[in-house]
């Protein structure tokens, strides 16, 4: 079932807003539901077509596309398609699971608690078997060249995901930004694993920040911060934001 679930109207005074000349729809953790993903990519292509008002519609994914559901390697699968797409505008931000799984090909024993965290589904959804022993550092280097290789293109995407995107006065990121910074929506480590400053209303003043990683059953909206992890390997919803004058959701689920 798709619904489309409305937003409440933006005040210009309270909320930011993307660029005048832009539309943008934010795509939440996704997490191995490639099934998930391809429902909801018809309905923002079906949401699309309702405007003729001359906006650039831009895709900005907001990153953790891998780990926990079983369909890891079909997701990368079509989101590589989806940016290798000329005709289609798209953003794909790096969410901590990526950077984990990089973290693990670049040194498995350092980077082994990726497997526990979700990489066991990755792992499984590339045909490779985990390790009995994660302690094991001969295994863990067998299924590190055993994953480099069967990743293939995959690979290429994954290391060149963004760290965040801006459109006017919204910024997009996977997790958070650092209140305490003077440029918050810069490079660091808050932007893919989050920072316990960030969960509240209006972290940065001036702006909205669109991100995911914070797992919730329905979208989380602020004038200052909305969330659009709905959950989708547990819950069974995936979530966009569409972003123009207003605010509105798009969901694909049970």
Known sequence: MIRQLLGKRNDPEVAPRVA???????????HGRSDLLARLLDAIVADMARFDDGRCAWLVFLGDYIDRGDESATVLELLSDLAAE?????????????????????????????????????????GIKPPSDEDDAEAL????????????????????LAPFARS????????????????PVAESRALRWG?????????VPGLRIVHGHYDDGAPVVHPGRICVDTGAYYTGRLTAARLDDDVAFLEVGP
């Open 20 to 30: 005048a000349d832009a539309r943008i729809y934010a795509v939440g953790d996704i």
């Open 86 to 126: 000329p005709a289609i505008d798209a953003v794909f931000l790096e969410g901590n699971h990526e950077a984990a799984l990089l973290r693990f090909l670049d040194d498995p024993r350092r980077g082994k608690d990726w497997i526990a965290f979700g990489g066991q589904q990755t792992l499984a959804s590339y």
């Open 141 to 160: 280097a067998r299924i590190r060249d055993d994953l480099f290789f069967a990743l293939g293109h995959h690979l290429a995407f994954l290391r060149g």
């Open 168 to 183: 006017g006065d919204v910024a997009f990121v996977h997790a958070a930004v650092d209140p305490r910074r003077a440029a």
């Open 195 to 203: 920072h316990p400053d960030f969960l509240v209303p209006d972290p």
